[in-house]
């Protein structure tokens, strides 16, 4: 099923391992998985639920801790801002990330609110700068949980990007994991290992990663992806359906409008009918 991209909203699952059809408001939970969904409005959720199958969203709603009225009085949409703003709970202001990316009056260029000069870049077989939270000025839900439990809590975090990875992650993050755009690898950066785990290398070395780097790259600035599809040459070429035209000298009594003429006066064919001539007035 697809369903349509326009705002971003942000689902916050609970799970209780040892209970795993009861209510995540009888237990303190053994593990909280949250899921930020790009361009994922929260009314789809209902608008979509006769869809769901059994697991998945639907067992979330049914059996977790759903807030139906659940925002913050925040505007700034970009990736990196608002991924802070869900994991620390302040605004801008408060957490330091107030783009994506932005001008470094002292190294006098632009730079991510994420990279890290002092680290390196592990997994993508480049010397790279890494990444860390080194700009964020607020404790996450990740180090308030490694906090609460004496630092026995685990905190990992995978996404696509390296802001929406690292600054999840927060300070005392185990693990974050991000593709790199260039190469298509799952990588880390020192600031939380000095090489990747087997498992990680494993997966690298079992898939194809130009697929990845070749459906995920940058745009000013902003790393996207695109669904993989066969080369343009390989797929099947399309014919236009073919229509039966009347005998030359078959007359019709309704006129034979060029397309260059049809809705002539719609702005939206403007470039179309620039150098045609204007289409006949409509008869009633």
């Not at 990196?80 to 002292?106: C, K, R």
């Not at 020192?190 to 790259?217: I, M």
Request: contains cysteine; charged residues 20%.
């Amino acid at each position: 099923m697809r369903l349509p991209r326009p705002l971003c909203t942000v689902l916050l699952l609970l799970s209780a391992i040892p209970l795993a059809f009861a209510s995540a408001y009888n237990a303190r939970p053994k593990l909280v998985v949250v899921i930020v969904i790009d361009q994922f409005r929260a009314d789809y959720l209902e608008r979509y639920r006769d869809q769901f199958s059994d697991g998945g969203f639907r067992l979330f709603l049914d059996r977790g801790a759903y807030f139906t009225d659940c925002n913050y009085d925040y505007a700034n949409t970009r990736t990196a801002p608002g991924h802070a703003t869900l994991f620390t709970g302040s605004y801008s202001s408060g957490h330091g990330i107030i783009a994506n990316e932005w001008w470094d009056p002292q190294k006098k260029k632009r730079v991510t609110s994420v990279e890290d000069d002092t680290t390196k870049l592990v997994g993508a077989g480049r010397d790279a700068p890494g990444a860390s939270p080194h700009n964020l000025m607020t404790d996450t839900l990740g180090d308030e949980l490694k906090l609460a439990t004496g630092g026995k809590a685990r905190v990992f975090v995978v996404s696509l990007k390296d802001r929406a990875a690292v600054l999840p992650a927060g300070f005392s993050g185990d693990a974050a994991y991000w593709i790199d755009p260039k190469t298509g690898a799952w990588v880390t950066s020192t600031y939380y290992r000095p090489d990747l785990p087997d498992w990680v290398r494993n997966f690298n070395g079992s898939r194809s990663t130009e697929g990845r780097a070749a459906n995920t790259g940058t745009a000013n600035g902003k790393i996207t992806t695109k669904t993989a599809t066969e080369p343009r040459s390989a797929r099947p070429r399309r014919e236009p359906p073919k229509t039966a035209l009347p005998p030359a000298s078959t007359k019709s009594s309704a006129p034979r409008l060029s397309p260059t003429t049809i809705n002539s006066n719609s702005p939206r064919n403007s470039c179309c009918t620039k150098n045609s001539a204007p289409a006949p007035p409509p008869t009633c």
